[in-house]
């Protein structure tokens, strides 16, 4: 973030406010497949979306780790929070 940041005139991006944005109630959906699924279902449960936007990249990730994020998203995330979100 901070080296895009540099481009776009940005300030750097303070460690305490990137933990905030990790976070359950941030805008970044960073972590492992559990993570990003616990926040996705505290999402849900917080504003009922119908659907939810990840943005992966803004350029400076290599495609295999984009391609892998991917993976992850599909085979691990999306599973956790279909099984959550099922009615009993």
């Known amino acids: ?9 940005w300030r ?8 905030r944005s990790r976070g359950l109630g941030g805008a970044d959906f960073i972590g492992d497949p559990e993570r ?5 279902l505290y999402w849900q449960e917080l504003f ?3 659907r939810l936007l ?15 994020a991917i993976e992850l998203l599909g085979g691990e995330v999306l599973p956790r929070v279909q099984k959550a979100l099922a009615p009993s």
């Open 48 to 50: 009922q979306p119908e």
């Open 1 to 9: 973030m901070n080296r895009i940041g540099r481009e776009r005139g």
């Open 36 to 40: 990003v699924a616990e926040k996705a």
């Open 12 to 19: 750097p991006l303070a460690p305490d406010h990137f933990a």
């Open 54 to 68: 990840l943005q992966l990249t803004v350029g400076t990730l290599p495609h295999r780790k984009v391609l892998r």
